[in-house]
């Protein structure tokens, strides 16, 4: 059921898939389908990829990038990047 919405291009099920991946340990393939899902629109997706270039899990660690994917995350009303980015700019 989950592959015919990734088909589709379903970018919370993406998203989703790729949180999945990551609880697997498969950090590559969580970055792919989570930046598949921002690319969407997925705006979860945008504070997964923030997370992580943060931590550089399956991609090269990048503050510049991860700040970038927090602050889209933050301007489309995540709750979560907007309080993790108060915290930042403090």
Do not use: T
Request: charged share 30%.
């Amino acid at each position: 059921m989950m592959m015919k919405r990734i088909e589709a291009n379903d970018p919370e099920v993406i998203r989703l898939w790729g949180v999945q991946q990551y609880r697997k340990g498969d950090y590559i393939s969580a970055f792919e389908y989570c930046a598949k899902a921002a690319e969407l629109g997925n705006v979860d997706a945008h504070a997964e990829l923030a997370d992580l270039y943060r931590n550089g899990r399956g991609v090269e660690k990048d503050e510049e990038k991860a700040m970038h994917h927090m602050e889209e995350a933050a301007i489309s009303g995540h709750p979560y990047a907007r309080y993790e980015l108060g915290c930042l700019e403090d």
